[in-house]
C-alpha cells in the first residue's frame, strides 16, 4: 500500500472528495501490483491509472470553469505537469517493463505531489466551488 485515503486532506467538495479516494485506491492497487513484480497486472492497471487520472483533472477543470475561478490556470498547469510526468513513465514503462520505475514515480513524486496538491490547489478551489455539484 502506498498511502491511506487519509493521508490527504478533506475538501470542501463532495465530488472532488470522491475522486481523491477512488484514485488513492487505484493508486494502491498499481503500487501492489509493481512490488509484486507483476508485470501483466502493472500494465493492465496503467491504462486504469491513465484513465482515471484524466477523469480527475477534467472533472475538477470544468467544475473550475463553470464556477470561474479565479486560480484556474495555474491549478490546471500542475496537473498539465502531472500529466507529462505520468505520460514520460509511460514511455518508459512501455520500453522496459521494469516495475521499479512505477515503485519510484509512485513512492518519490506521486505520493508527495497528490497530498500537497490537494492541500494547496483542490482545497482553495473546493471553496470557491462549494459543495453544489
Ligand atoms: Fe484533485
Ligand atoms: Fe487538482
Redesign the pocket.
Known amino acids: 500500500m502506498l498511502m491511506e485515503r487519509t493521508d490527504v486532506q478533506q475538501v470542501s467538495n463532495a465530488m472532488m472528495n470522491m475522486l481523491h479516494a477512488e484514485e488513492i485506491d487505484i493508486i494502491n492497487d498499481f503500487h501492489d501490483a509493481a512490488l509484486a513484480k507483476d508485470v501483466e497486472k502493472v500494465d493492465e492497471l496503467f491504462a486504469v491509472v491513465e484513465f482515471d487520472v484524466e477523469d480527475h483533472?477534467s472533472e475538477?477543470e470544468q467544475m473550475m470553469e463553470e464556477s470561474q475561478f479565479y486560480g484556474m490556470q495555474m491549478?490546471k498547469s500542475?496537473?498539465d505537469t502531472m500529466r507529462g510526468k505520468l505520460k514520460k513513465l509511460r514511455e518508459n514503462w512501455d520500453k522496459t517493463k521494469n516495475p521499479e520505475l512505477v515503485i519510484r514515480f509512485l513512492e518519490d513524486d506521486f505520493k508527495h505531489w497528490i497530498v500537497l496538491?490537494i492541500s494547496r490547489?483542490?482545497s482553495e478551489?473546493a471553496m470557491h466551488i462549494g459543495d453544489t455539484n
Open positions: 483533472f475538477e491549478h500542475e496537473h496538491h490547489w483542490d478551489t
